[in-house]
């Protein structure tokens, strides 16, 4: 007899979303390494939603989320995480494009001259995506965490796995504590450490790479940031955002590859921000309030992974959420529970087939 059906590792977005619609049916554990959950990649992001980001197949979980985070249930939360901002992709070369199905509209350099006072020159046309919006990052993951713990599930933080064999039957799962565990599933929700706890339960890893990025909170001597549109370079060097009247989070766009771990922003990546940063607008940069880091992780092909391992059927990867694990959490983890529990499509997902995002892609 097992302790648990399911024992997901990680309490980031990934695995929290996902215990959320699972717990009702299964028994299920989350184990997390820290001593609370969401301090590595779901505590350091930049906190927005933009439908166009990741390619086609990303924009359609992106999407198929959007009117959860708008608007959830109100048993999971009295209001929405989304605060709409829209979304500026600034080109000094040919207009931005956006994957099919993303609502976006041409802006020419006089209205862009209105909508960002004291661009500079050089940025001629942008794309507009009137949908682009803050995300409540930190009640999201509450949330979560929430539905999951009501449905019955249980977190247990300072819990790092250690190992994890497959015999008679089930997992037998030890832990950094010296306690032992026995469950039917284990669900890799370990972001950056994905393929680390791969092989800790003797399957194969996936080739995941955590790249460090880097962000930035800038102060500037200008008024009104809050209500500016996010705006991004369409060949992707930085990106930025009003987070207060005068201060707005930036970042350099890096992708700098990284062992898991707790990161830390780099002197020389915060110059870099900031010199790009000051090629884009006029306003004088009083100073860095703070920055920070965080690590994107990504499969080989940059789209996320759901599904069975071909080779190990009782594991599961949800992993590979790269720089858009937040925004894509409600729909991602409706697909990925429908295909842990074979359970027939949710509705917000039965457009959307889950075979491009299957490991089997990498294991022919
Ligand atoms: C700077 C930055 C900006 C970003 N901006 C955005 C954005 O604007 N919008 C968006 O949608 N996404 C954004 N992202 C991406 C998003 O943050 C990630 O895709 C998402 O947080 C990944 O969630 P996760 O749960 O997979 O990983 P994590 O939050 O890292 O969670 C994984 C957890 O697994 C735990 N773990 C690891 N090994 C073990 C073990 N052996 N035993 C137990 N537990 C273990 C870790 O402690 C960790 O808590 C950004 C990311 C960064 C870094």
Redesign the pocket.
Known sequence: MSDFDIII???????ASLGAEVAAERRTLI????DQ?????????????LESYGGAAVADLTIASGPFLDCPPPDFSERGFLFRRGGLSVSDGPWPEVPDGVPARRIERGELETMVPGLRLRWTRALFEPGCAD?DVAGLHAAFLGQFQRAGGSVATG???ERAAWSDGAWSVSLADGSNLRAAMLVD?????GD??AV?CGVAPLGLEPKR???VQLRVGRSGLKALPLVNDSGGTFYFKGEGDRTLWL?PHDEIPSP?GDVAPEEIDIAVAVARFEAVVDWPVEHVERSW?????FAPDRLPVYGFDPAMPQFFWC?G????????SPAAARLAASLLLDRPADPMVAHIDPDAFSPVRFRR
């Not at 959950?37 to 939603?49: D, E, I, K, L, P």
């Not at 929700?189 to 450490?193: D, E, F, S, Y």
């Not at 880091?293 to 992780?297: C, E, F, Q, S, V």
């Open positions: 590792i990680g309490g980031g977005i990934a695995g184990v997390e390494a820290e959950c969401g301090v590595h990649s779901t505590g350091r992001s930049a906190a927005f939603y995300i819990s790092r796995l929700a370990a972001g950056a450490w680390e706890v800790r990025r880097t962000m970042s898991p880091a965080g690590l994107r992780t992993v959420q790269g720089g858009f694990g937040i925004q894509t």
